[in-house]
């Protein structure tokens, strides 16, 4: 079983700035996989980076790369130059040994003008 | 190419009722999950399909809640005598199936509201 820790509800960001929303895994697999969605108000989940736990480099997507610590356990996003439109609830998930994944509590981005 | 699709985009039903909640996924994906998302919460996993069979179904809360998948393509969610504590948006999403780690790409959602 896997377990996922966001410990920010929310975060505020000033636009074209940076930053960094932290998320922190629990699991007894040996092979898994964490992945970071974005939720707008409008509801849709959506897909943003995935890290594999044997992947040797942290993963990058356009703005947005995952700083993964394994022997931390922690797999925090970085969004860079951040845009008005970033402004959503961000969710951290894993998967392993179960293919479904396991979600954290979600924080609430909110990039000012 | 299209997205997973989710039917109805809003459900209203009455305690007592049963309803039916469609997710159509991304052609070709052969894995199928439903989740559920509570209010100012992350989403909780139901059921995993893989094909036609539920692979995994150790998140359904209740024998309420049934998940179908004949022709390993299109899954139907079906609540019987539904509760006000069912409300909640209801996620399917799909992936290749290819190993643990997939990528899962979600639906719109479908909430449902009991009164």
Not at chain 1, 12 to 18: D, L, T
Not at chain 1, 89 to 110: D, E, P
């Amino acid at each position: 079983a896997q377990k996922i820790t966001q410990t920010q509800p929310g975060m505020f960001v000033q636009e074209k700035e940076a930053v960094t929303l932290d998320c922190t895994y629990d699991t007894s697999d040996p092979s898994y996989g964490l992945f970071w969605y974005k939720q707008p108000s409008s509801g849709e989940m959506i897909f943003l980076i995935y890290q594999g736990s044997y992947d040797q480099q942290n993963a990058t997507e356009g703005r947005y790369s995952l700083n993964f610590q394994k022997a931390r356990k922690s797999a925090n996003l970085v969004i860079s130059a951040s845009q008005l439109g970033d402004s959503a609830m961000y969710f951290c998930a894993g998967s392993g040994s179960a293919r479904q994944l396991t979600f954290g509590s979600g924080t609430q981005l909110t990039v000012l003008p | 190419g299209a997205g997973v699709s989710q039917t109805p985009s809003n459900k209203v039903t009455e305690k007592g009722k049963y309803v039916e909640l469609r997710c159509d996924p991304i052609s070709g994906h052969t894995a199928l999950y439903w989740y559920r998302q509570s209010l100012g919460q992350g989403p909780e996993f139901l059921i995993y399909f893989q094909g036609t069979g539920a692979a995994d179904d150790s998140g359904l809360p209740n024998d309420r809640f049934f998940a179908v998948r004949p022709e390993g393509s299109v899954s139907t969610l079906k609540i019987q005598r539904t509760e006000r504590g069912d409300s909640a948006v209801y996620l399917c999403a799909s992936s290749l199936g290819q190993g643990r780690t997939d990528t899962q790409y979600f639906g719109p959602g479908t909430r449902l509201t009991v009164l």
